[in-house]
């Protein structure tokens, strides 16, 4: 068997497989088809009915071993919808109120926290409390104090945190990191990762300090950090950064528009990113080594990610990132599979750590050092 297929079956190959089944010339070719899936199914309420959410809860329409059975959420006219869509019984429904009761619900496993940022914190207490696993969007908490009240109420309860890094599981992104940790690139001396869109409407929560925790470095500009520690393989040990703001009525105080920053990390390679709520095309990765590079254009959007090194493109399997996401998850809580990248609560602490280093540096216009 070669190294790729060994890989992709690390990763999970039954969620891909069934995700592939289209794509005649993948499936046919695989050697290894798995039998039906006959084990416990993740059993999920969606927590936040936006945007988001319905894209979760659609992906989860060709999921094997997670399913959507609950919802909670302060519209009642939501709640219908989601019931006659997905089939979801009235007494898996709750409201940010009584949602508490949901600790006597024995047919729901896990919650997933999908709000503004600002308030996950809170959701995920009060998941933990209930006895419930918790899945949460990412960033986790607006700060690595509340996220670390997080990681540590979960534990409390035994019940395991995770967060929606959908990227961990995309297979161009993880076939450059099965190249990077095979020495193919060589020494790591650089990466780039550039994050940012222009933001509308200045009334969304997105630039509300309270709502968001900040601006674009907690929405978009966490993709890059993420992606300079899996793509390096590293952690950094310092960061500095720059702040740009050319709309401060938009952009009011706290809520960031532009930064660019930089990490040192301990072999000597250097990342420099950028995060921006006020340029358009950028999502773009870029990871250079002694012996060869990786580009992935784009490189955390919803897909397809396309990626490239010094030894051509990468052609590989084009997934639903939150289908894959939510079959791992199962596995995750289940079987205790330990996926190639964490998605963990402690994960998340680490990205927030170098968010509050970020934020410090900028206001201090220092070099700020990072211990995670
Ligand atoms: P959204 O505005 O579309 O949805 C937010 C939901 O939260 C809405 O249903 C809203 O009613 C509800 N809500 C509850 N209390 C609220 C309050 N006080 N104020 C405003 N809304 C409230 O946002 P979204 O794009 O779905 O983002 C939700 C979360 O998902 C964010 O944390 C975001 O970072 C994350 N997200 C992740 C990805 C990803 O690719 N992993 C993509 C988009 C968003």
């Not at 020494?187 to 780039?192: G, M, N």
């Not at 052609?315 to 990248?341: A, C, G, R, W, Y």
Request: proline share 5%; with cysteine; glycine share 10%.
């Amino acid at each position: 068997m070669n190294s790729r297929r060994d890989f992709l079956q690390k990763l999970g190959l039954s969620a891909l497989a069934l995700q592939l089944a289209p794509l005649s010339g993948w499936a046919a070719g695989a050697d290894n088809v798995e039998p039906p899936y006959d084990g416990p199914l993740l059993r999920v309420a969606i927590l936040g009915l936006g945007g988001y959410g319905t894209m979760v809860a659609e992906a989860m329409r060709k999921c094997t071993k997670a399913k959507l059975v609950g919802v909670v959420s302060g519209t009642p006219s939501k709640v219908k919808a989601w019931q006659s869509k997905y089939g979801i019984p009235e007494k898996n429904c709750y409201n940010y109120e009584n949602f508490d009761n949901i600790k006597n619900n024995p047919d729901i496993d896990a919650v997933y926290v999908i709000t503004p940022n600002g308030l996950h914190h809170d959701f995920v207490i009060r998941t933990a409390a209930a006895g419930k696993h918790a899945i949460c969007e990412k960033p986790m908490a607006v700060n690595a104090q509340e996220g670390q009240a997080m990681v540590d109420a979960c534990k409390k309860a035994n019940v395991k945190l995770l967060v929606g890094y959908r990227m961990h599981f995309e297979p161009k992104t993880l076939e450059v990191i099965r190249m990077r940790q095979s020495g193919e690139f060589g020494k790591i001396r650089f990466f780039q990762g550039q994050c940012g869109f222009t933001i509308g409407d200045p009334t969304q929560w997105r630039l509300n300090k309270k709502l968001a925790g900040g601006g674009s470095m907690m929405d978009i500009g966490i993709y890059a950090i993420n992606g300079a520690r899996y793509m390096t393989g590293e952690e950094p040990i310092w960061v500095t950064a720059q702040e740009t703001k050319t709309d401060p009525v938009k952009f009011k105080e706290g809520v960031d528009e532009t930064i660019q920053f930089q990490f040192g990390f301990p072999s000597g390679a250097v990342a420099s990113c950028l995060s921006t709520y006020n340029m358009n095309n950028l999502d773009r990765f870029f990871l250079d080594g002694e012996k060869g590079f990786a580009e992935m254009q784009p490189s955390t959007g919803y897909g397809p990610i396309r990626g490239r090194t010094h030894l051509g493109e990468l052609n590989l399997p084009v997934t639903t990132h939150q289908t894959v996401q939510m079959d791992e998850m199962s596995e995750i809580i289940f079987n205790n599979k330990k996926p190639v990248v964490p998605v963990n609560g402690e994960e998340a602490v680490k990205d927030l750590k170098i968010i509050d280093a970020i934020y410090l540096a900028v206001k201090t216009g220092k070099k700020v050092e990072v211990s995670l």
